[in-house]
């Protein structure tokens, strides 16, 4: 039974109370992952979700996610996982092997448990970019996160229901 309607687009979402989120959130360029944390729990919270439904863990970098996204899965046993994080390029190309490994590692767990690995992870030019994305113009990609990890678990707990 649902505990809280919630519309996104044209998704309605009912959010359980069985239902579990992981947060894996990287402390590199912490003024911009601790916000998209805020507005990912923050968003959580008012669809429903209750504070003992979240497990938040933080990693040291972007490269740490993926492995961490698994463990949640393995061990705590989540619906579904928002990774977080940051990566502004730089004058190297750190910036590219960094972006490419955590979208493949992501990627890779989400399918291997056939559970969304919700991605919040920033790859931009430059700090502004970071900032037009948490609450600037370009929305807040922790709070979109969170909804998307809404929408995904209701939407594959109904095709495993529907198999039934």
């Not at 955590?102 to 970071?130: D, M, Y």
């Not at 807040?140 to 495993?160: D, N, P, S, V, Y």
């Amino acid at each position: 039974m649902a505990k809280n309607g919630f519309r996104q687009g044209q998704t309605q979402l009912q959010v359980a109370p069985d239902w579990t989120v992981g947060i894996v959130t990287s402390r590199f360029n912490e003024d911009i992952t601790s916000e998209l944390q805020r507005g990912a729990l923050e968003m959580l919270e008012v669809s429903g979700i209750e504070k003992s439904q979240v497990v938040v863990c933080d990693v040291a970098g972007a490269i740490e996610i993926p492995v961490v996204c698994k463990a949640l899965f393995l061990e705590k046993k989540v619906d579904a996982v928002i990774a977080l994080g940051c990566v502004i390029r730089g004058e190297t190309t750190h910036y590219e092997s960094v972006c490419n490994s955590v979208e493949r590692g992501c990627t890779q767990v989400a399918l291997e448990f056939t559970k969304p690995v919700i991605s919040g992870v920033l790859t931009v030019e430059n700090h502004q970019q970071a900032l037009d994305r948490i609450g600037g113009s370009h929305g807040h990609k922790g709070k979109e996160a969170a909804l998307t990890a809404l929408e995904m678990i209701q939407l594959l707990r109904k095709l495993k229901n529907h198999g039934s």
